[in-house]
């Protein structure tokens, strides 16, 4: 929708903005975006296999030695901070599992994608931002890529079926054959595309075994293909390729003397509990019956040396999660090997994610190549939280009050010439402005008065 009211706001933005002069409404020169994410691709996974396509997309352009996902490293929680610049605290959507602590619901990951009220909680994510700017923008099995945000959806939307097989390496190549259409029938300028290998295969045979390095393998020749296209399709010139990912894969140690069970604790009951998160990895959520929550917390708190048991206050702040309304009053984390089993046994996974940021199994990649990218540069580790940033600056777009920095991603760019401002952190959970703080009032009341304008026209 090239809405002129709008065009007319970016343009005036433009000229008021101070000290920009990068153009948000220069149309025609804009580069198109697209973002893939390979979940659970653990940063050193091309260490130990031949990855000849990734190594090229490398000396083509941009790699990070890694990249330190959100806390907590899982999929939705992450992936989400990738599309809205916030940590989970800021954005809310604290897991990959639907919950409400008040009648019991939890829901799965697949059926949680569906679940509008459980993404749509304040932050806007780039889609939508970037619609309310004028372009076209496309999800393709990206998590929280199928509901809408304060009522708007994006343009094109695919969701994966309930039984979806993850790693059909022909369907990826349908899919991307779709993207590419997407970018060159439909004039999208973002697509956001999603795989979930390597991380089914990592879990399923730990990140150490043949079958992930097969798999990673696949995800190269995936990359190979898909560079492929985009040359085919005509838009090697035109569009930024984004390769990353979630979170990395660390192996379970399923024979260890000591696992951490909850149903071995002395002086813990579940009878004490009024709600539980448990057997979902390293992670886990407790509410304590009312009056209990000093009880159970002095029986948690020391009853495991691989276990870290928080309440909501004490929990490491430095970690960006707990501070949201969704968190419960107990939550804890265990060690890298271990995961937490609660009134019975049902974990079997030989591989997991979900761990504290800071160990090396969790970290992740990150890859670039384009038009705006400089060629055969390997930057050093950078939080997750910061690519969102450069994204919006890769489409001109105005971002959304977020806790990244485009300073921390922007010597990846050839023209590093100032883009708009950029918002202060940190932003408080439930923000929604339309425009980044420390904006003159100017600037602020004339483009409320074209949204408002756009929004009646
Ligand atoms: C949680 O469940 C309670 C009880 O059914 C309901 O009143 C409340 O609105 C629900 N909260 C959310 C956020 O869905
Ligand atoms: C976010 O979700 C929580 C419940 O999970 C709800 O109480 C709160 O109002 C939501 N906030 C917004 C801005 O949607
Ligand atoms: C979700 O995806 C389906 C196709 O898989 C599409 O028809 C639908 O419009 C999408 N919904 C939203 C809100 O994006
Ligand atoms: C369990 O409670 C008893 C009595 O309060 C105490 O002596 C013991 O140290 C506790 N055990 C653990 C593991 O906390
Ligand atoms: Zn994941």
Known sequence: MGCPTVLLAAALLTLLAPGTGAPISRKASRNKLLLVSF?????????????PNLDAMALDGVKARYMTPAFVTMTSPCHFTLVTGRYIENH???HNMFYNTTSKVKLPYHATLGIRTWWDNGSLPIWITAQKQGLRTGSFFYPGGNVTYQDTAVTLSEKEGVLHNYADEKAWRTNIDTVMRWFTEEGLDLVTLYFGEPDSTGHKYGPESQQRRDMVMQVDRTVGYLRDRIRSSGLEGSLNLVITSDHGMATVNKKAP??????????FTFKDIAFELLDYGPSGMLVPKEGLLEKVYTALKGAHPRLHVYTKESFPASLRYANNPRITPLLMFSDPGYVIHGR?????NNGEHGYHNEVMDMKTIFRAAGP???????????ESVHVYELL????????????????????????????PPSPRPPTPPSGSALLPRGWSPLVMGLSVATVLLAKVA
Do not use: M
Not at 39 to 51: A, I, K, L, S
Not at 406 to 413: D, F
């Open 39 to 51: 979940d659970g691709f653990r940063w050193d996974y091309d260490q130990d296999v031949d990855t």
């Open 92 to 94: 809310g959507v604290v």
């Open 258 to 267: 000591d696992l951490v069970e909850f149903h071995k604790f002395p002086n």
């Open 344 to 348: 019975l046994n049902v974990q079997f």
């Open 372 to 382: 705006s990218f400089k060629r055969g540069l390997e930057v050093e580790p950078f």
């Open 392 to 419: 919006c600056r890769l489409l001109g777009i105005v971002p959304e009050p977020n806790d990244g920095s485009l300073g921390v991603l922007l010597p990846t760019l050839r023209d590093p010439s100032p883009g």
